[in-house]
């Protein structure tokens, strides 16, 4: 009993403080004061209205959604190669493919600003999905690996004896398994490329600034509850992407219980 309260505890002092922006969000005044005096949605429609902050949304929107699709893609090819191939310097491949969890973002993006810099790819979009997705492989690699783990390599042989193709039997026996992970690996891939903002500022230009950029530029300027409402509609599609990996997953289990 004493565990679950002190569990309690510490996600109640992690999570308050971010809580404390929604109500601020919703300010009748013009400043950062909590609890607020009054309530209105001005700051929301000040944030509607504002070109800047509604394209840099859906430019946003659109890098993680990429990002999403291209980092499973390459997550689940390098899972496969290490789940089903022996070949040499495989621990290096592993290290390797989960370095940008363990390095520096400040560092990545400086390493990938020289990088990209010569190729013309900062300030364009294809470059930030680019970066974004070298930071999000490892969170799909790490899932759809785990995930592989477990499923009967024998399953895939059945079909191949059957006369199917290695990638007839990866998409209709392997990837049905494993889908719960490549979804939640996805899911993650998009929020990690949608909060992104260290490596972004290394990249991004003018034509090229994201949500969380303008975010970070404007507080730097003013202060008012419109941060407070921008930071409240991105905990709010984080928390909302949550909710759907995790009935996706339950759906699931209940699925493979009722098969069982």
Known sequence: MW???????????????????VPISFSSVSYFE????GY???????????????????????????TAILAATLGIMASLAVTRLNFWGKQ??????????IIPLIIIGVALYHSFAPLGLSNSMLGLVLAHTIIAIPIVFVTVTASLKGVDKNL??????????PFGAFFKVT???????????????????????VVSIFLAGSKTKTLPIALWENLRIQVDPTMAAVSTILIGITVSLFIIQTLVSARKARLRKSVQ
């Open 92 to 101: 290096v491949f592993m290290s390797l493919m989960v370095a940008p969890m």
């Open 40 to 66: 209105s949605t001005k700051w929301y429609a000040n944030f509607f209205s504002n070109s800047e902050w509604v394209e840099a949304t859906f430019r946003s929107l659109t890098i993680a959604l990429f």
């Open 156 to 165: 895939e042989l059945a079909a191949l004896g059957l006369g199917s193709t």
């Open 175 to 197: 990837l049905p398994l494993i889908r719960p992970a490549v979804l939640s690996g996805a899911l993650f891939a998009f929020i990690i490329s949608f909060d992104e903002v």
């Open 34 to 37: 909590f609890p607020p005096p």
């Open 3 to 21: 565990l679950k309260v002190l569990v309690g505890i510490i996600l109640v002092a992690l999570i308050a403080p971010i809580l404390v922006i």
